[in-house]
């Protein structure tokens, strides 16, 4: 190809990103410094700033500095949290069964993640889930009938429901995404892979879907709304995951800002409950 064919090829592929970003209500536009182009492959691996990636996350999955959610628990589990001034972050193996990260990769074609390893694992579990940790909350603008839902089914019998104010540096506190419509893609990832492979027979690389994997979930578990904190932990980077005698945690001091970017502050507590917690904790009864 002649080089100033190969400028026009460049130039149109990029008018075909900005115009995908555009038909999505993404205002901001690339240019050739921004991504890198090879024989097979369009990303921003190596650009400093990562702009088309991150212009397509914060679309998706924009990042939360602050919020407040309800966490539904125990009551054992949140008398746990608040004698021990811990809030913890498990182990997002501890979800292995319930479709995390295979709905991602199933529907966005990332099959190198969904091959089995040497032990007969999906190389998601290795390669993924072993360093992410989360919690799971869920929005405070509720209907009677989603609250009667979440009571049931994560805090039932002896439940009780925290009120918390999450303050996040780490940009991974974000709301899940569900698939709209079984086996199909998110749309604008779709079209944008879908696009340059079409016109020009490369592959899209998005910057971090290895972590983005963590915040797509099924369509059957949109009813639970959830928001989710991650953290993920490298060797000698951090606080280092602790063990509960079954699931890897990693623990958040209530009140104060943690190395993981997260400031895990309780505003309310309400249960039916007679909890055996400090005496600085009011507790609002359920039926109030």
Known sequence: MAPLEYLEKQKSLIDDINSILSCHGITESIDLSNITITEK?????????QKLSNLIVDAIWPSIDKLTVYHYTSKEAAESILNSGEFRLYSLLKRFTEDEITTFCQNHGLDGYLEKDESGEPKYKSLLMSNMFYASFTDTNITLD?????????????????????????????????????????????????????????????????RLCAFYLAKGYDVENEYRALYRYWDGFGPSPQSDGKDQYIGLPLDGLSDTGYRIKIEEIQTNENLNIPSKYAITSRNA
Request: proline share 3%.
């Open 41 to 49: 492959t369009v990303s921003d691996f190596v650009k400093d700033n």
């Open 146 to 210: 989603q609250e009667d839902y979440f009571w049931r089914t994560f805090a039932s019998t002896d439940g009780v429901r925290l009120k918390i104010n999450v303050t996040a540096s780490n940009p991974n506190f974000r709301k899940m995404v569900y698939e709209k419509t079984k086996g199909n893609p998110l749309l604008l990832l779709s079209e944008l892979t879908g696009a340059i492979k079409k016109s020009y027979c490369k592959e899209f690389i998005l910057s971090g879907i290895s």
